[in-house]
């Protein structure tokens, strides 16, 4: 189970956003893709932030009461972000999931390179797989 890593189990293609994007585009891009938050990124794919439906939803309520929809993401996403390398173990991750807030984390290598996106859902899929196949070899060895 130790051999877990996050590179195996990443959402590799996570919806993305920039700082200069319109909050209502990021709304959009977030609504299509079905996905919670997303990193936001500059022109690098270095990771500068986070964007999460919450910080969104708080921008939105914000501008249908001021009626102006001129907030970027720069103006709403989060700066301080919790992150996972690659190869980091999923089982950790786990563990950190269970006391951190974040349901997504973004995977970043060693220079902050955006590599995707891991969420709750696929952690428990991995560590499910992982149990799944461990039993399946103890039943056929018994």
Known sequence: MESLRVKHYLNSR????TTEMPVAEAVERLVQSHQTGGPVVNECHELVGFLSEQDCLRQMIESS???EQVARVKDIMRTEVLTVKHYDSVLELAQKMITE???VYPVIDDEGTLMGTINRS??????DIQLRDGYRKRSQSA
């Open 14 to 17: 996570p919806v993305t956003f």
């Open 65 to 67: 009461y001021y009626r």
């Open 101 to 103: 807030k974040p349901k």
């Open 122 to 127: 696929q952690v428990l899929n991995a560590i």
